[in-house]
């Protein structure tokens, strides 16, 4: 089991920065690729951003290129979405992932948090 915990959520104003963080407990850290998804009310959770198991490769939807920045470090069991020039349409809860390499390569995650909020005021 992995346990993963994030923080960092709270109310931004629009152009503003939010930097997430996402600890992770119980299993060995570097094992994991590690992905940030968000959602909101009445809609599907969305792939926001992913890195692979020692942050060589990033991925991010397009909505977020350019801004939001996705890093790691092993040594503190972290990952962190560095989020930047927010806009009112990131408002979501943000969750953090975990995926071992065969799910990561289907697309797939194995645990998750429980989730931090994200307000972007306009």
């Known amino acids: 089991q992995v346990q993963l915990v994030e923080s960092g959520g709270a109310l931004a104003q629009a152009g503003g920065s939010l930097r997430l963080s996402c600890v992770a407990s119980?299993?060995?850290?570097?094992?994991?690729?590690m992905g940030w998804f968000r959602q909101t009310p009445g809609k599907e959770r969305e792939f926001v951003a992913s890195i692979t198991w020692t942050g060589g490769s990033t991925y991010y939807t397009d909505s977020v290129k350019g801004r939001f920045t996705i890093s790691r470090n092993n040594a503190k069991n972290t990952v962190y979405l560095q989020m930047n020039s927010l806009k009112p349409e990131d408002t979501a809860v943000y969750y953090c992932?975990?995926?071992?390499?065969?799910?990561?390569?289907?697309?797939?995650?194995?645990?998750w948090g429980q989730g931090t909020q994200v307000t972007v005021s306009s």
């Open positions: 119980g299993r060995t850290f570097s094992n994991y690729a």
């Open positions: 992932a975990a995926a071992l390499p065969k799910s990561y390569l289907s697309g797939a995650y194995d645990y």
